[in-house]
């Protein structure tokens, strides 16, 4: 830093000099402490605002109404009341729910990856006349907010006969125009020549897909399984529109749902809530790194 | 192009057998999936939204039984006070979100960028919230917005604030719906501003302190205008976001206290599915969209002119 240029030899080497010197370090060195202390205070403040009602919300799962409720306030519980969570998963049918979201996410995540990394190889790798404008009319579509058809997609689901199936909840998330885009700008990255040899050697453009494409995909597949599973994970309003049965419904439903049913049951409805974020803790806890980075780079880009 | 210079031999050879035709093909036939499925649910849709429009509809019947009203189902909006409260709800909300995001993610991206300490753990700490469910962090708000026995007013007591009413008093309703989303949304925004921060080289605050720019100066003068792509990006994606929130109204107040809630839509969604009005709810969802998309390119000009590009 500029401590630097004052210590560089001047023709005044007294001893007043150094001391001066030795009394600018130690000022720096108490600002940039206080600086610290600043800061760390307001990332700790801003830490506990954050943590806080996720642990309040499990320790809220392992008490009783009661305690919940209790004036003045009840941080632990008197006794850990494992049974909220049997009697939770009764109240919502956690496991036929819990099922019907795993396999609607799974599926949705599954098909986006394959979908986004052949929109992103059809429009950043291969060459064929007319590429760009196709690009540009589907980048277009990222301007137009889901609710705008939310509609005309409902009846159109509805009129195929897919209400109340994992089709109808499946099928009009097969792709999206923000995972073309992101998965394009990833394959920027993966050298020409690599598959200019591949074709050289044979590989059709299929081939180029499956052996060259989709291998070296892995980081940014990554960042679109998380983007899309915790996306479809949450969804509420497509849900609550194409399923009305009740073995049909998915998770974010049945925790909708347990304000209504459950509404003076707090611990249920606590319980439920928490075992609704388990998966998405364990995804997070696995890919932390990839989605930090995901994040970061769709804004960088962006 | 190459094919020129080849003359000869592509003169004898026919089209299909060409190369750069076989490439197009190909281009072609590996869009063609993609786009028959957007023309399906993207393009499909949206010209359907702007027929439905026109029609009244119930939802139910054949399709054929939709009575055509011309241009009734706008000017119905345009003096329907729930829709106009809706709207103007959804604004309060958009903006409320966006500028207390945007400030507090910056100061917390700013105070992460200085240390050096813990900010793999500081930032994977402020994300979780991002990923948890909105369904699951609404009732948990819900329940912790409670007046009397609600876990953030016992705390606001022990230091001697008077209880509020969080989701019951028809003035703070939509603010405290802010302050949750703000809340799950704040690792996001500090998680991308700190990747933009982290991309402004250090040569540029060097040569600021040797010039004697004061810490604010440097802010103003460099931070802020070389985080203007990453400022640009966050904004358009949390007005877009924010003007389709939807969630946490349905489970948390359901548009209440009188109507204080109400968003745009969930108002289409009651529209749609409670009083079975299809046509009308999709004009609805129409202006909105129009609205959107006048704010999004208002946004992309004040960015790209002027704006803070007065600055370089």
Same mark, same amino acid.
């Given at each position: 830093?500029?401590?630097?240029?004052?210590?560089?030899?001047?023709?005044?080497?007294?001893?007043?000099?150094?001391?001066?010197?030795?009394?600018?370090?130690?000022?720096?060195?108490?600002?940039?402490?206080?600086?610290?202390?600043?800061?760390?205070?307001?990332?700790?403040?801003?830490?506990?605002?954050?943590?806080?009602?996720?642990?309040?919300?499990?320790?809220?799962?392992?008490?009783?109404?009661?305690?919940?409720?209790?004036?003045?306030?009840?941080?632990?519980?008197?006794?850990?009341?494992?049974?909220?969570?049997?009697?939770?998963?009764?109240?919502?049918?956690?496991?036929?729910?819990?099922?019907?979201?795993?396999?609607?996410?799974?599926?949705?995540?599954?098909?986006?990856?394959?979908?986004?990394?052949?929109?992103?190889?059809?429009?950043?790798?291969?060459?064929?006349?007319?590429?760009?404008?196709?690009?540009?009319?589907?980048?277009?579509?990222?301007?137009?907010?889901?609710?705008?058809?939310?509609?005309?997609?409902?009846?159109?689901?509805?009129?195929?006969?897919?209400?109340?199936?994992?089709?109808?909840?499946?099928?009009?998330?097969?792709?999206?125009?923000?995972?073309?885009?992101?998965?394009?700008?990833?394959?920027?990255?993966?050298?020409?020549?690599?598959?200019?040899?591949?074709?050289?050697?044979?590989?059709?453009?299929?081939?180029?897909?499956?052996?060259?494409?989709?291998?070296?995909?892995?980081?940014?597949?990554?960042?679109?399984?998380?983007?899309?599973?915790?996306?479809?994970?949450?969804?509420?309003?497509?849900?609550?529109?194409?399923?009305?049965?009740?073995?049909?419904?998915?998770?974010?439903?049945?925790?909708?749902?347990?304000?209504?049913?459950?509404?003076?049951?707090?611990?249920?409805?606590?319980?439920?809530?928490?075992?609704?974020?388990?998966?998405?803790?364990?995804?997070?806890?696995?890919?932390?790194?990839?989605?930090?980075?995901?994040?970061?780079?769709?804004?960088?880009?962006? | 192009?190459?094919?020129?210079?080849?003359?000869?031999?592509?003169?004898?050879?026919?089209?299909?057998?060409?190369?750069?035709?076989?490439?197009?093909?190909?281009?072609?036939?590996?869009?063609?999936?993609?786009?028959?499925?957007?023309?399906?649910?993207?393009?499909?849709?949206?010209?359907?939204?702007?027929?439905?429009?026109?029609?009244?509809?119930?939802?139910?019947?054949?399709?054929?039984?939709?009575?055509?009203?011309?241009?009734?189902?706008?000017?119905?909006?345009?003096?329907?006070?729930?829709?106009?409260?809706?709207?103007?709800?959804?604004?309060?909300?958009?903006?409320?979100?966006?500028l207390c995001g945007v400030g507090v993610g910056l100061?917390?991206?700013?105070?992460?960028?200085?240390?050096?300490?813990?900010?793999?753990?500081?930032?994977?700490?402020?994300?979780l919230p991002v990923m948890l469910p909105m369904t699951?962090?609404?009732?948990?708000?819900?329940?912790?917005?409670?007046?009397?026995?609600?876990?953030?007013?016992?705390?606001?007591?022990?230091?001697?604030?008077?209880?509020?009413?969080?989701?019951?008093?028809?003035?703070?309703?939509?603010?405290?719906?802010?302050?949750?989303?703000?809340?799950?949304?704040?690792?996001?925004?500090?998680?991308?501003?700190?990747?933009?921060?982290?991309?402004?080289?250090?040569?540029?605050?060097?040569?600021?302190?040797?010039?004697?720019?004061?810490?604010?100066?440097?802010?103003?003068?460099?931070?802020?205008?070389?985080?203007?792509? &990453?400022? @640009?990006? =966050? $904004?358009?994606?949390? %007005? *877009?976001?924010?003007?389709?929130?939807?969630?946490?109204?349905?489970?948390?107040?359901?548009?209440?206290?009188?109507?204080?809630?109400?968003?745009?839509?969930?108002?289409?969604?009651?529209?749609?599915?409670?009083?079975?009005?299809?046509?009308?709810? &999709?004009? @609805?969802? =129409? $202006?909105?969209?129009? %609205? *959107?998309?006048?704010?999004?390119?208002?946004?992309?000009?004040?960015?790209?002119?002027?704006?803070?590009?007065?600055?370089?």
């Amino acid at each position: 830093m500029s401590a630097s240029t004052t210590s560089t030899s001047t023709p005044l080497e007294s001893n007043s000099y150094k001391e001066q010197i030795v009394s600018v370090k130690r000022r720096r060195a108490l600002r940039w402490f206080s600086g610290q202390v600043t800061l760390w205070a307001i990332i700790l403040l801003g830490l506990l605002f954050m943590v806080t009602p996720g642990i309040w919300m499990v320790l809220a799962s392992f008490k009783n109404q009661a305690e919940i409720s209790a004036i003045p306030l009840r941080f632990f519980p008197e006794i850990w009341r494992v049974s909220n969570y049997p009697e939770a998963i009764d109240a919502m049918k956690f496991w036929r729910v819990f099922g019907n979201s795993l396999l609607i996410t799974v599926t949705i995540t599954v098909a986006n990856i394959l979908t986004c990394t052949w929109g992103g190889y059809t429009f950043g790798k291969l060459r064929w006349p007319g590429r760009d404008l196709v690009f540009m009319l589907l980048l277009s579509t990222m301007m137009i907010p889901g609710f705008l058809t939310l509609i005309p997609r409902y009846v159109l689901i509805a009129k195929a006969g897919l209400l109340n199936t994992y089709g109808g909840m499946i099928i009009p998330f097969l792709t999206g125009t923000f995972g073309i885009f992101l998965t394009k700008q990833f394959m920027l990255g993966i050298p020409d020549e690599l598959i200019d040899a591949a074709t050289v050697d044979g590989c059709s453009a299929l081939g180029v897909y499956g052996r060259i494409i989709l291998p070296l995909s892995k980081p940014i597949m990554a960042v679109l399984a998380i983007f899309v599973f915790d996306w479809a994970w949450d969804d509420l309003l497509w849900g609550i529109m194409i399923l009305t049965d009740r073995e049909m419904w998915t998770l974010p439903i049945a925790i909708a749902n347990l304000r209504v049913q459950e509404s003076n049951q707090f611990e249920l409805q606590m319980a439920g809530s928490t075992m609704a974020i388990i998966p998405v803790i364990i995804l997070f806890l696995i890919l932390q790194r990839h989605i930090v980075q995901g994040v970061a780079l769709s804004g960088l880009k962006g | 192009m190459a094919t020129a210079t080849l003359a000869p031999r592509t003169g004898t050879t026919p089209f299909w057998r060409r190369r750069s035709f076989r490439r197009g093909l190909t281009g072609w036939l590996f869009a063609a999936p993609i786009l028959i499925y957007f023309t399906i649910f993207v393009f499909g849709p949206i010209l359907a939204s702007l027929l439905m429009m026109f029609y009244d509809w119930n939802g139910f019947g054949p399709l054929s039984q939709a009575k055509f009203v011309g241009l009734s189902h706008v000017t119905e909006a345009f003096g329907d006070e729930k829709f106009l409260g809706s709207f103007r709800n959804t604004a309060t909300y958009a903006i409320v979100v966006v500028l207390c995001g945007v400030g507090v993610g910056l100061l917390l991206a700013l105070a992460l960028n200085g240390v050096t300490k813990l900010v793999g753990f500081v930032r994977s700490t402020y994300y979780l919230p991002v990923m948890l469910p909105m369904t699951a962090m609404s009732l948990l708000w819900g329940l912790m917005y409670q007046p009397r026995y609600g876990f953030i007013n016992q705390v606001l007591g022990m230091v001697g604030i008077p209880p509020v009413k969080w989701l019951i008093n028809p003035n703070i309703a939509l603010y405290s719906i802010c302050l949750m989303v703000i809340w799950k949304g704040l690792g996001w925004y500090m998680v991308i501003f700190l990747a933009g921060l982290k991309a402004i080289p250090e040569e540029f605050y060097e040569a600021a302190q040797m010039d004697g720019a004061t810490a604010w100066q440097r802010f103003w003068k460099i931070t802020l205008p070389l985080l203007k792509p &990453t400022l @640009l990006f =966050v $904004i358009v994606v949390t %007005v *877009i976001g924010s003007l389709q929130v939807f969630s946490p109204i349905f489970i948390m107040t359901q548009g209440g206290p009188a109507n204080a809630t109400n968003v745009v839509v969930y108002w289409v969604y009651l529209t749609a599915f409670q009083f079975m009005r299809f046509g009308y709810a &999709t004009t @609805l969802a =129409v $202006i909105l969209f129009v %609205v *959107i998309l006048v704010i999004t390119l208002i946004q992309l000009r004040l960015f790209r002119e002027g704006g803070l590009q007065s600055y370089y």
